[in-house]
């Protein structure tokens, strides 16, 4: 028997829906799905992914809003032995034709209303509500294409700041070995409920691994201070990922009461900027009971480094 460190991204997410297949594994404001819910709808769609010729490292373009058929959607390519393919719905169309034409991929999973805002001749699949019953006379492959930790998990680009944007392939062994390094440092159990959006590529898989949670925030509502706040408590959201800017907004906008009205949250992760000690010293004061943690990671990788901001701050 393989240990987790030998496993794939989805071979992980494969042994959880075995152990805890009745858990809610993901939801966002309109579906939820238990672990077994999750491993079907994406075992047939990565069936119809291989019938469309779906195999090791083969890239399969991602363009649609954060919910849950874009979790299913990353699922279903690495069950079919390929990788996920990040396409920003913030793309101007020249960096969308440019990111297309560089990666290839063989196939796009969108919605309705993206399609055309990809490349003229772009094959795609739309993942609107009831995508799976148009699925359901599509054998299942007899064999998976064998695939290993060397091989892709995803691909993501660069913002192109400093020039072009580059396609950066993301094997399995870098995802696999990251989460089971966080797990030593906040770990999760069923009941657990993780607010993903920030960093979604990242995030969304985390929970998925150990029988917790994945609670889709809705684009319109992660940059929304108030409406933001609202969710986290109306979710009963125990864990999140801010960058310290969002962070500030959130603290800016709430009141007083905003550890009582997230007193369910006891973790949150911060990324992606540097965190102030004013701005820790005030999380600290205002979310009494959430441990706060900082995170660093290395442009479109994974996570390399953490610490407890209260231990940092005090010392």
């Known amino acids: 028997m393989k240990e987790p460190t030998d496993l794939c991204l989805h071979e992980l997410f494969e042994e959880q829906a075995r152990r805890t297949p009745d858990a809610l594994a993901l939801e966002d404001a309109s579906i939820s799905l238990t672990y077994s819910e999750l491993d079907t709808l994406a075992d047939r769609l990565a069936a119809y992914l291989g019938s469309r010729g779906i195999g090791p490292d083969e890239p399969v373009g991602v363009y649609m809003e954060r ?20 396409l920003e719905l913030a793309y101007p169309p020249p960096l969308l034709a440019d990111v297309v034409a560089d990666a290839s991929p063989r196939i796009v999973l969108t919605q309705e209303r993206y399609v055309e805002r990809l490349p003229e001749g772009t094959e795609t699949f739309v993942l609107d509500e009831g995508w799976e019953e148009g699925l359901e006379d599509v054998p299942a492959g007899d064999s998976r294409p064998e695939v290993g930790q060397d091989n892709l998990a ?17 094997p399995h062994r870098a995802p696999v070995l990251s989460y089971l390094w966080r797990f030593g440092i906040s770990d999760y159990a069923p009941g657990d409920r993780v607010g993903c959006n920030v960093f979604f590529i990242w995030e969304m898989m985390r929970p998925l691994l150990r029988g917790a949670t994945t609670v889709v925030i809705p684009d319109d509502v992660i940059y929304d201070p108030k409406a933001l706040i609202r969710f986290l408590e109306e979710y009963e959201i125990t864990e999140t990922l801010f960058t310290p800017s969002l962070l500030e907004a959130v603290l800016n906008s709430s009141g007083p009461d905003v550890g009582e009205r997230l007193s369910k949250l006891r973790t949150l992760w911060l990324n992606g900027e540097v965190v102030t000690r004013t701005l820790a010293r005030r999380a600290m004061e205002l979310l009494p009971d959430a441990r706060l943690l900082n995170v660093y990671s290395c442009s479109e990788t994974h996570e390399v480094a953490a610490g407890d901001l209260r231990e940092l701050v005090e010392n």
């Open 154 to 170: 995803f691909v993501s680009y660069s913002s192109g700041t400093t020039g072009k944007p580059k396609g950066i392939a993301n």
């Open 67 to 86: 919910r849950a058929e874009y979790v299913v959607a990353c699922l279903a390519a690495m069950k079919a032995g390929g990788a996920y393919l990040i």
